[in-house]
């Protein structure tokens, strides 16, 4: 997912990583930033836990980036 600044994939990180997983047995998850882009490694045991996962994952990374635009003083917005 790419941000306009490393600082925002920062922000997305350390807020996506105070939750811990739910079924920590059924689902491994990793969220790392390279520079602008955070980078989501979701494992797993079924399809339906991987679509919960992402799916949970994904409105919170949008959440996060729309409060990061709404409150950005700067140019780090969200492309």
Same mark, same amino acid.
């Given at each position: 997912?790419?941000?306009?600044?490393?600082?925002?994939? +920062?922000?997305?990180?350390?807020?996506?990583?105070?939750?811990?997983?739910?079924?920590?047995?059924? =689902?491994? %998850? $990793?969220?790392?930033?390279?520079?602008?882009?955070?980078?989501?490694?979701?494992?797993?045991?079924? +399809?339906?836990?991987?679509?919960?996962?992402?799916?949970?994952?994904?409105?919170?990374?949008?959440? =996060?980036? %729309? $409060?990061?635009?709404?409150?950005?003083?700067?140019?780090?917005?969200?492309?």
């Amino acid at each position: 997912m790419p941000f306009k600044s490393e600082r925002d994939a +920062e922000i997305v990180v350390n807020t996506l990583r105070v939750d811990e997983v739910l079924s920590p047995k059924k =689902v491994n %998850q $990793t969220i790392t930033n390279d520079g602008h882009t955070v980078t989501f490694v979701i494992n797993a045991v079924d +399809e339906r836990t991987l679509r919960l996962c992402v799916s949970g994952l994904m409105d919170m990374a949008m959440l =996060v980036s %729309q $409060t990061l635009d709404e409150f950005s003083t700067e140019e780090s917005t969200k492309i």
